[in-house]
């Protein structure tokens, strides 16, 4: 192939143009008009002439900005280029938009199977080139589109194209060169540096941008670029375009023209969301970049080398611009014009960028031309210093600005915030705290803070939360709210002050967490533990107290033949005695330092873990002579006496207070401190011949996991089961674990009983499909030989996804630690956990949320009356509410009727346990299909 290039200056000129370097009748030329002239006339003139002399050439042109002739710029001239081929096939149309519709058009025109270029001009002030092109990617994304936006000299007025002899104002103009020897590149050079920070475009709609950051893009401009920038728009700021990176490539946008809307109009469009930054152009990177852009083309077959390079390039470069043409021309001979956008292929898509040279290669011989490389200096220049640190300052501030986003999300999401000047006014609401409260914003902004305080609050806790932060120190509390509606909340609260440079109290900011739902919960589960009649703790908060002592003193009292009282005054004068006697006593226990229980319902208890104990025989009978003294109820005397056991010691507390208040009664006295003797010798003898048991059953290999059933609630279907030890006697009969497990544990035997049960367990486990639940107690949790036995047996047997730990709830949290970590290793392992027991002793939901166990199973002692006790009810549903939300399964316990399974399945409970739904079997009559030898 051969190119020339002419300079219009006459008709007669043009023809000695045409004569000594065309064959007048061929049909392979391609002939490129580049037009820096508004002089309409004579463009129609030369193209029509042109049409004249070689009729079968293909013509295409557009207005432009400026031309390029030879490695040269010249202004103001018709250029025309000339491509003589051998072998190539071309095609031209006109299309009169830039829809995508326009460009699927296009395609269907005038690509065939071996098209290897589409090079096309659009007028630019007017439309939207970018939906044209791609509508030619979605038909076919192989055949790289080259070429532009036509210009109109900087006026941004009107522009026009060129197709065949007509000429258009408005649509594409496109030539399709197609042939198997046809060598078609592209290639492009930017080197505009992104500075700054980066924004968001929050409102465009195609090539028009209307808001960055929410804010207007002329008040963007105006505060990041000058307001001198915003007098002489749009040229004012053409050579500072937006950046965004499209498939890793840097892609600018120049501004084409502002509207009366105030949008800015860009030579290619923008997305919502599309994060941009302002770039500048580097003398030095793109004389750098032109050397670079060389190299690139060299590594092509070419002899012909088109440019079309973007005005705003041209005005920032000037003259310097011929630099990178120039160093081209030295390898083919070149010819192009400036646009107002460029066309470049990517490698999934074509694409418009600006402030690019785009350079097209085309080449009709496989050979790379051979060339001379000239030197280029290049110097490092303040300018470029200078970006380069305000660029490095910015992205360490992007980098920590990211993070400090990212937190305040997470905060933003989970936490209750705002924040108030110096004297309490809040000036800042998140969204959270609107919703919890039920303000808007507006309702809460100006507002002092106490707008959110709660009449149940003292105003102490108000005037200490204030001295702490006005002395620059951060508080911390748990504080009740009041919402807007009149309801409450609860949350647990931090305020910290902000302080200046000069370390002077700026503002406060408050977070909180509501933790109303926890607080409720654990209300809800408080009534577990407490008498509803006085008030005082029951029996299950005084056996877990106990497990919390180290050196206690228990004290039983039972009131002698309470049950008169009711059946001479009635039950509900009985009560109010009852409420007498918590009171008076809980008079007494104040000067002892101890804590008072209601057990049964003439049963009170007093718990003193110090030791220097004042609870002695002498306190007893002080303590005696407060419920002598009459009682007056409802204008009636009544009189009343009653008799003490006292114990000290951790093991066996409750019992041998027991033993010693039964020994009163036997007795007759009034009160009996245990001793050792009082125990019953057919106990000792019953403890040697359950020992004796024990033993031999671990000789003779007679304990064995029994297997329960757990039900799926929503199906009926058995999906896993419970381990249960039972000892099976030389008769056959079994024995539940109550008759040997206290034993067990008074005899050091309960390890070996442990690893017995994991053992069998797992073998059984191996054989079948289903999920079996292991139980721990806290004698297992923190002995490390059971615990790296367990771990160990898991990992030889390789059945851990299918074990579920079960800790009994109320075990072991005291240790919590142990716990934890026991925990997280079953679950690195691929086990599951199960919280055993839940909804008495320490029903802690804080707890759940640092163990996330798999399974709750919710107390039998909750379960089994569930039918009929609302209380009960009221409990589970709480339990259900809070598991879902944590994504924690539940299981009932005890279900032993069809009233109790329909409650339970009533009220959402994922699973159910009890001899409804099958008692604990030997291995052989739950799964027959396996080995049970063990």
């Not at 300079?7 to 820096?36: A, D, H, M, R």
Request: proline share 3%.
């Amino acid at each position: 192939m051969q190119v020339f290039t002419h300079i219009y200056t006459t008709e007669k000129n043009l023809e000695i143009f045409f004569q000594e370097k065309l064959p007048l009748q061929c049909s392979k030329v391609f002939i490129q008009l580049f037009c820096g002239t508004d002089d309409i006339t004579l463009v129609q003139d030369v193209v029509t002439h042109i049409a004249q002399i070689v009729p079968e050439a293909k013509v295409i042109g557009a207005s432009t900005a400026g031309e390029i002739v030879n490695g040269k710029m010249v202004q103001g001239a018709i250029v025309i280029s000339c491509a003589i081929f051998e072998h190539v096939h071309i095609g031209t149309c006109h299309v009169p938009d830039t829809t995508r519709q326009s460009g699927e058009f296009l395609v269907s025109e005038l690509v065939v199977n071996d098209t290897k270029a589409l090079i096309c001009f659009s007028e630019s002030l007017q439309s939207d080139p970018e939906a044209f092109l791609q509508g030619i990617s979605s038909v076919n994304s192989s055949v790289p589109v080259i070429g532009g936006n036509a210009g109109d000299n900087n006026r941004f007025d009107k522009t026009y194209i060129i197709e065949g002899s007509q000429i258009y104002y408005s649509g594409v103009v496109a030539a399709a060169l197609s042939s198997n020897q046809l060598y078609v590149n592209n290639v492009c050079s930017l080197n505009w540096l992104p500075i700054g920070r980066e924004f968001v475009i929050t409102k465009a709609i195609g090539n028009r941008v209307y808001e960055i950051d929410n804010t207007p893009i002329i008040d963007i401009c105006r505060r990041y670029l000058g307001k001198d920038t915003i007098q002489s728009l749009p040229g004012s700021i053409i050579e500072f375009p937006l950046l965004k990176i499209v498939e890793g490539l840097p892609v600018a946008r120049s501004i084409v023209t502002v509207h009366d809307d105030g949008s800015f109009q860009y030579a290619g469009n923008f997305q919502n969301g599309d994060r941009v930054r302002f770039a500048v152009g580097n003398v030095d990177a793109i004389f750098s970049g032109a050397q670079k852009l060389q190299q690139d083309v060299a590594a092509y077959p070419v002899e012909a080398i088109f440019i079309y390079s973007c005005t705003a390039r041209k005005l920032f470069l000037q003259e310097r611009i011929e630099i990178e043409f120039s160093l081209l021309n030295d390898i083919a001979p070149s010819s192009g014009f400036f646009t107002y956008g460029e066309y470049y292929q990517t490698e999934t898509t074509n694409q418009i960028l600006n402030l690019t040279t785009t350079v097209l290669l085309l080449s009709e011989s496989p050979e790379l031309a051979t060339f001379e490389k000239q030197p280029v200096e290049s110097k490092v220049s303040t300018f470029k210093t200078l970006t380069h640190l305000v660029n490095v300052t910015q992205q360490e501030l992007e980098k920590n600005n990211n993070f400090l986003d990212q937190y305040k999300k997470a905060v933003d999401e989970s936490s209750i915030i705002s924040k108030t000047n110096p004297h309490g006014i809040i000036t800042y609401a998140n969204d959270r705290f609107c919703d919890v409260s039920g303000y808007k914003r507006e309702e809460l902004i100006g507002q002092n803070h106490n707008i959110i305080r709660h009449k149940d609050i003292p105003a102490k806790t108000f005037e200490k939360m204030w001295a702490t932060i006005s002395s620059g120190s951060l508080w911390r509390g748990i504080i009740k709210n009041r919402k807007k509606d009149g309801g409450s909340y609860y949350v647990d609260t931090m305020v910290m002050p902000l302080l200046d440079r000069q370390q002077q109290i700026h503002e406060y900011i408050a977070i909180r967490h509501d933790i109303t739902k926890i607080i409720h919960q654990e209300q809800k589960i408080q009534k577990q533990t407490t008498d509803e009649l006085t008030g005082l703790p029951n029996r299950v908060q005084l056996l877990e107290d106990i497990k919390l002592t180290t050196t206690p003193t228990l004290i039983l009292l039972d009131i002698d033949n309470f049950s008169v009282v009711n059946d001479l005054y009635g039950i509900s004068t009985g009560d109010k005695v009852l409420v007498q006697i918590g009171l008076r006593l809980a008079d007494f226990i104040d000067a002892h330092k101890c804590t008072l229980y209601r057990l049964a319902n003439d049963v009170f208890a007093i718990l003193n873990d110090k030791q220097d104990c004042l609870l002695n025989k002498e306190a007893v009978l002080k303590l005696q002579q407060v419920i002598n003294i009459e009682f007056l109820v409802d204008n009636v005397e009544v009189h009343l006496s009653c008799r003490c056991g006292m114990a000290r010691g951790k093991s066996f507390l409750f019992q041998d207070a027991d033993i010693a208040l039964h020994a009163a009664k036997a007795r007759k006295t009034s009160f009996v401190l245990f001793e050792k003797s009082l125990l019953d010798t057919k106990h000792h003898e019953q403890n040697f011949l359950w020992l004796k048991k024990l033993r031999n059953a671990f000789s003779q290999d007679q304990l064995v996991p029994f297997f329960q059933p757990i039900v799926n609630n929503s199906n009926g279907k058995i999906e896993k089961y419970e381990s249960l030890v039972r000892l099976i006697q030389e008769d056959g009969k079994v024995i539940s674990p109550f008759f040997f497990l206290d034993i067990s544990k008074k005899a050091k035997l309960y390890p070996e009983l442990t690893r017995t049960m994991v053992k069998k367990t797992l073998r059984v486990l191996q054989q079948t499909s289903y999920s079996i639940s292991l139980n721990l107690s806290v004698e297992d949790i923190l002995d490390e030989n059971t615990i790296a036995f367990l771990l160990n047996t898991l990992e030889e047997y390789g059945v851990t996804d299918r074990v579920i730990l079960e800790i009994t709830e109320g075990e072991g949290f005291e240790n919590f630690t142990e716990v934890l970590h026991l925990t997280s290793k079953i679950r690195e392992m691929g086990g599951k956990i199960a919280i055993d027991d839940f909804g008495t002793g320490y029903s802690n939901f804080s707890y759940l949320l640092k163990i996330q166990p798999d399974f709750i199973k919710i107390d039998g002692s909750i379960i089994k009356n569930i039918d009929t006790d609302t209380s009960a009810q009221a409990i589970t549903e709480t339990i259900v509410s809070f598991s879902r939300k944590l994504n924690i399964k539940t299981i009932a316990e005890f279900v032993h009727s069809k009233p109790v399974l329909a409650m339970v399945k009533e009220l959402g409970v994922d699973y159910s346990q009890g001899y409804l739904l099958g008692e604990p079997q030997a291995v052989s009559d739950t799964f027959p299909e396996i080995d049970n030898s063990y």
